[in-house]
Every structure is written in C-alpha cells, then in structure tokens.
C-alpha cells in the first residue's frame, strides 16, 4: 500500500499546507479520505490517475473537510473518467451532492454512486474492507479502517518439488489456497506447502476527534494510524473546546493501541512551517511519531507479520 498525502492542516488553507485529504493506493485502486479544499489540484499533480477504480469517504461535514469534493467531481468529469466513482459519507452530504448537481446542472460522464455511512463495515472485498466507527467531534465524525485480510503463507518450493508438484499452474493453484493434484495421482493441499498466513496491512485515518477509547480499541495493532493533532499541550483546552486533539493525546493513542507508527495531521493554522513542537511532545509519549507533510508519499511493505517496511518520498507540487 502507498498513502499520499495530499493536505494535512485544519480549517483554512496554510501557506505551507493544504486542506485535508489523503489517498492510499493499493494494486490500482485508489481510496481518498476526506477532499478539503485543493484536493483535486494536489491529487493531479500526484499522478494519481483520472479514470481508476476509486472510493471517496468523508469523515464528516465540517467544510474543509468536504469543499473539495465538487471541484473534483466536476474534474474528472471534465477529464473525461468513465469508470464509476463511489462516494461514502454522512448521510447529509448526499444531500448536498444531490443538490448541487441539480442546480448547477454539471453532466458527470461516468456512474456516481453515493452510500450513507454507519458503523460497522461499508466495503468488504475479497482481500480487503473498510469500516467506519463514530469517534467525539463536535458534530458527527466517522473514522475508517483500511485493513487487508490475511495473505497466504510463503510458499516453499522445496516442499512442492519433495512432494511431486511440477512448476507451472500448480504451483500457483497452491499459493491461491487451492488442492492439486500431482502427475501421479497425489493429493496435495495448500497447507502441506505455505507457511502460516500473513497478516495484512491496517490503517487507520480518524478525521477530527478528541481523545476516544473507540480509536483505541479499533486500531489495535495498526501499522498506520493518521491521527488529529491540532494542537501542542499547552493550547489543551482550545482542543476540548472544538472536539480536536493534541499531538501527545494522538501519541498515547497510538501507545495504548500498540501501532507501528504514528502520523500527526490536522495541524491548526497557527503553526508556520516549523511543527516540531508538535512532534517532540508526541515522541516522549510515542517513539514511532511523524509528521505528514503536504506532497508526501509513504509505500508501505509487510514481507512479514512482524515485520513492516516504510519508504518515503516527496512529490514535487
């Protein structure tokens, strides 16, 4: 999995960051949370692709959360997308699409396809779902869960030669969790020649929140967790006061919750370019802290379950 992040400040556009959205990309497919904004600007520049298989999920209607989403619809459309783009979110926001296509009477060239959110899983896929839990904002927030079920265990090719496999189709019937049969007549089953399953990738995105058991307890274990980080403790009160959390309650988050790692997002428009206030009072709480950073892109590889590779790279905007 690859995730993008397109904006990562709070509110009102920033000098140095844009409104907040992220799209993680896996095997194609495209899933973008939240369009603040500039997104659809930032998400061209990244090379992302017009005409993917893609699904939008916005965490909840607090504008710079969602502004960008007829821009963007209207873009793609322009751009000439056929394939259907599915759009997830409180059920208010179908409202507000509905309406806006109505009396702006834009044509959108390919299926647009709305689903309201509840709790619970919204997209269960083959190798993958989604799901949505409520977290506390000052108006309702939907968090999502990206999380790949578990893959196959590594095939061994001694295993499959010892047992009389030859190479070719049977070999790959194996590693997709299929019987074969061998030449002479031999009865071969997946588990005589994988390893124990492999557990997927998980990230979590919570949107605007203040502290919450339910974050914790949904990202168990998470190799992501994008977390609010609005503000530094000293400004604590300004964060229960608008529904935001600190960069230190996002850091005990992810302790409890025993993630790999931690990215700070969300941050409030009173900070310039320098965040590091923000990241040292994450990381005495939490080690494995970042910054997001507006054109950052992050590949995530898992060879092992307990093992997890990142690589970052800057996108030139």
Not at 221 to 245: N, P, R, V, W
Not at 262 to 267: G, K, N, R, S, T
Not at 300 to 310: A, D, Q, V
């Amino acid at each position: 999995m690859e995730v993008f992040f397109l904006g990562t400040n709070a509110s009102t556009p920033h000098k140095y960051r844009f409104l907040p959205s992220i799209v993680v990309r896996r095997k194609g497919k495209l899933f973008m949370f939240d369009c603040g904004e500039g997104a659809q600007y930032r998400f061209l520049r990244s090379g992302l692709g017009v005409n993917k298989d893609m699904k939008i999920f916005i965490t909840h209607m607090h504008g710079d959360h969602y502004f960008g989403l007829p821009g963007l619809i209207q873009t793609l459309a322009l751009l000439g997308r056929t394939k259907p783009l599915y759009i997830f979110g409180p059920k208010t926001l179908g409202d507000v699409l509905e309406n806006f296509l109505e009396k702006t009477g834009i044509k959108v060239s390919y299926p647009l396809h709305f689903a309201p959110v509840e709790e619970g899983t919204i997209v269960n896929e083959k190798e993958y779902s989604i799901k949505a839990f409520l977290v506390s904002h000052t108006i309702t927030n939907f968090a999502y869960v990206i999380e790949e079920k578990n893959r196959p265990g590594r095939f061994s090719r001694e295993k499959a030669e010892k047992l009389g496999v030859p190479r070719g189709r049977l070999w790959k019937k194996l590693q997709q969790g299929y019987p074969v049969k061998t030449p002479t007549g031999r009865i071969v089953k997946p588990e005589d020649v994988l390893g124990p399953p492999r557990e997927g990738i998980k990230i979590v995105y919570t949107g605007d929140t203040r502290f919450s058991e339910k974050i914790i307890e949904h990202s168990h274990k998470a190799d992501i967790l994008i977390h609010d980080s609005t503000f530094e403790d000293k400004l604590k009160e300004d964060a229960i006061d608008s529904g935001h959390s600190t960069a230190s309650e996002a850091a005990e988050t992810a302790r409890r919750a025993q993630v790999r790692f931690l990215f700070l997002f969300h941050y409030s428009s009173r900070y310039s370019e320098d965040l590091v206030n923000l990241l040292r009072e994450a990381r005495e709480i939490f080690h494995r802290t970042f910054l997001s950073v507006d054109g950052m892109n992050v590949e995530i590889r898992k060879p092992e379950s307990n093992k997890i590779i990142l690589l970052f790279k800057k996108l030139k905007y």
